[in-house]
């Protein structure tokens, strides 16, 4: 039996109200994060990696301008 595109989505209701567009979920996902319980430490533990994160991002800015500015200087740029 070979199945065509149209046998397959017979039984499927059609979707409407969308214009094409993938649905917004009913639930956010903060909402749906939120209903588990959160400890003390899972709230420590998630403030030490925004802590490490954001250092990190500041420490490879600061990276990336010291290398550019050694370049331009090496290259005779001056300043």
Not at 43 to 50: E, G, L, N, P, V
């Amino acid at each position: 039996m070979k199945t065509e595109l149209e046998d397959l989505i017979k039984g499927v209701p059609a979707q409407d109200g969308n214009g094409g567009r993938l649905k917004v979920p009913s639930v956010s996902a903060s909402a749906a994060k939120a209903a588990e319980p959160v400890t003390a430490l899972d709230k420590t533990t998630a403030s030490a990696k925004r802590l490490v994160d954001d250092e990190a991002l500041a420490r490879s800015e600061k990276t990336a301008r010291l290398r550019s500015a050694r370049e331009k200087r090496e290259m005779g740029g001056g300043d």
